[in-house]
């Protein structure tokens, strides 16, 4: 019961994207597990408020009528619990991208082309795909370039980025580590699309190298999928070639010390 209240706090503390659905969720989880403490409670409310402020009133009504605790959340929006104590909540929410949504993307492009078509993806999508991650992009990145029969279609594209809000983009693989090629992770087929995604220690080691703060939240949400010493050992079996541009290793010391509290890994 206690850990039903923990998933509540786990979804928002410290998360640059929240999906408003899965807070939803967590809230009726979390009053379902029995009576909260004052400080949770204090959540309940402000999580509840954040949804109105993103979803608008008609919406959050919507949820209310249909839930189970609609009279035990109700009670606690009518308790004197003070002033807010988590103002900043309803900034962070964002609807994420679903995996599912990607994949009917997928199917719908493959369907759509003519002769077979291999893509390889990498980047949050990737994640994304592999359950890794929950947040919202539109960039499917292609490695190195979109392949020329879907570049072709544009017309077609054009359709599926408006209908989906998703985008076939691309990136170099000299972001990925060395050998990335050979750990790539077959995803599935959709119709004439066969599409592999990079393996999840590549891309993580990729965004160690960045200097973009949405790669460290990236690596933040992930952590706890992530094995440290699996994570060491590819990044001084890889990245020999990112270790040693200042800039990039600077990036690598940085990030791998807000995440782990310590130096950069080296050889002994």
């Known amino acids: 019961m206690a850990q039903d209240r923990a998933e509540l706090w786990e979804l928002v503390w410290g998360k640059s994207e929240i999906d408003p659905a899965a807070l939803a969720q967590a809230i009726e989880r979390a009053l379902e597990s029995g009576a909260p403490?004052?400080?949770?409670?204090?959540?309940?409310?402000?999580?509840?408020?954040?949804?109105?402020?993103?979803?608008?009133?008609?919406?959050?009504?919507?949820?209310?009528?249909?839930?189970?605790?609609?009279?035990?959340?109700?009670?606690?929006?009518?308790?004197?619990?003070?002033?807010?104590?988590?103002?900043?909540?309803?900034e962070h929410l964002m609807d994420s991208t679903k995996p599912e949504a990607v994949k009917e993307?997928?199917?719908?492009?493959?369907?759509?082309?003519?002769?077979?078509?291999?893509?390889?993806?990498?980047?949050?999508?990737?994640?994304?795909?592999?359950?890794?991650?929950?947040?919202?992009?539109?960039?499917?990145?292609?490695?190195n370039e979109v392949p020329l029969p879907l570049r072709s279609e544009q017309q077609l594209l054009d359709k599926l980025q408006r209908r989906y809000r998703l985008v076939l983009t691309h990136f170099q693989s000299h972001y990925l580590p060395a050998g990335w090629e050979n750990r790539l992770q077959f995803q599935g087929s959709f119709g004439l699309l066969k599409v592999y995604v990079v393996d999840v220690y590549d891309i993580c080691l990729g965004k160690l190298f960045s200097a973009r703060e949405k790669d460290l939240d990236d690596l933040r949400?992930?952590?706890?999928h992530l094995d440290k010493g699996q994570l060491s050992m590819k990044l001084l079996d890889t990245t020999s070639s990112f270790l040693k541009d200042p800039l990039l290793r600077r990036s690598a010391e940085k990030n791998w010390y807000i995440l782990f509290g310590e130096d950069l890994p080296s050889q002994k």
């Open 37 to 90: 403490d004052f400080r949770t409670r204090l959540l309940l409310r402000d999580s509840t408020q954040a949804l109105q402020h993103y979803w608008g009133q008609n919406r959050l009504q919507e949820w209310l009528t249909h839930s189970p605790v609609r009279a035990r959340l109700e009670a606690i929006q009518r308790e004197d619990l003070g002033k807010p104590g988590f103002p900043l909540l309803k």
């Open 105 to 143: 993307f997928l199917r719908e492009l493959g369907s759509s082309v003519s002769v077979p078509v291999t893509l390889e993806i990498g980047g949050s999508i990737a994640l994304i795909l592999s359950s890794y991650l929950s947040r919202s992009t539109e960039d499917i990145d292609v490695v």
């Open 221 to 224: 949400a992930i952590k706890p």
